[in-house]
């Protein structure tokens, strides 16, 4: 697998692109491969850790059942927990909503020598508020007086702020991953379906899961248009087809490793030439305890 497959073209149209991979594995293979592939993981983030010079941002975005939290619990599942964190961006809080939008993503921006993980992230300011555009009435912008003034220029003066946001972080040392999660319609419904019939699944399903639903091709629409305006070179976007779960997860830690084997420099700190040069000395020191 290329993970330039999966980059995202800046003439694509999602409704051209599949939602299953090409030359798909079984089930089991694709688990027994991601076991060995998110080691590889594992391994870069101990490299990473110890560098201490870069930071890494993973971002995903997707329609609701597109599988998000799952992937992230498996691609992500050898890491060491000090060395990642984890963001979960829901409706934005009364104290996130009394600064701009991007505030919020800001503060949780990982360090260097960390993962990040943001689960939806500061694209649903141009996503979910760009399907309802009254959500922007909380954010009270100035000379923003309806939901009718999130015009063009409002959406793409957005664009240009998300890919500076971005500029800025790639600049001063963090990797940014982008993937959107492609799943089909049909899929969507059956994975909604299997929430309402198994008990334990229930919990997960909300009424509003079926009105956002309605809002499909809208939502198809917008993720096109964002992506294409925010799919630079130091920031790409890669689309992932999701219908397939075990293989959605594999191609996305492949394509985390692919590219993050390029820097060969990303390596732990050699000692210092004394401490260095009293390596047996102190290993005697401690066999002789």
Known sequence: MLSEDYLAKNNFELSKLSTCSIDALSKKEAKKELAIVRRE?????????AHDKHAVLVCFQGMDTSGKDSLIREV??????RGVVQHSFKVPTDLELSHGYLWRHYVALPSKGHFGIFNRTHYENVLVTRVHPEYLMAEKLPGFDSPEDADEDFWQMRYQQINNFEKELTENGTFIFKFFLNLSKEEQKNRLLRRLHLPEKNWK?????LKERK??????????????????KNAPWYVIPADDKPMARLIVAKVL???????????????DGETSGKINEYIAALENE
């Open 76 to 81: 992500f599942k050898d890491f060491n927990v």
């Open 215 to 232: 809002l499909w091709d809208k939502y198809m629409l917008c993720y096109e248009e964002a992506i294409k305006n925010t799919n630079t």
């Open 41 to 49: 993981l594992a391994e870069f983030q101990t490299r990473l850790y």
């Open 257 to 271: 490793v692919e590219t993050l084997s390029k820097f060969k420099d990303i390596l732990p700190p050699q000692l």
């Open 205 to 209: 399903f909300s009424e509003d899961d």
